[in-house]
């Protein structure tokens, strides 16, 4: 199994940025798939993100242009870089790993095993 711990998140006014950095337990190297979720107040559990064998990357169409998902196999750390943000993005931004599933396109939470705690991004 991994280990997440997700950081980074906080509090930003509307048009501002915040990179959040999610720290696994094991070399990202031997991921299948990395992903960002987000959970915000009285919305559906989303998938904001997500990283493919750390190349193929993929975004919801509301992020699409302003998010930019990342990983360092070096620091074992997956990363997302949030500008622009907007009062919508506010939530509880989660990341999950894939070990074995190994799709070519992830839709769902289902499709992952490892997930951190979560942290709070509240903009404003």
């Known amino acids: 199994q991994v280990q997440l711990v997700e950081s980074g998140g906080g509090s930003v006014q509307a048009g501002g940025s915040l990179k959040l950095s999610c720290l696994a337990s094991?070399?990202?190297?031997?991921?299948?798939?990395m992903a960002w979720f987000r959970q915000a107040p009285g919305k559906e559990f989303e998938l904001v993100s997500f990283i493919n064998k750390g190349v193929a990357t993929s975004y919801a169409e509301s992020v699409e242009g302003r998010f930019t998902i990342s990983q360092d196999n070096n620091r074992n750390t997956l990363y997302l870089q949030m500008n622009s943000l907007k009062t919508e993005d506010t939530g509880v931004y989660y990341c999950a790993a894939d070990l074995s599933l190994c799709p070519s396109y992830y839709t769902n939470r289902g499709d992952f095993t490892g997930w951190g705690q979560g942290t709070q991004v509240t903009v404003s």
């Open positions: 094991i070399n990202l190297a031997s991921v299948c798939g």
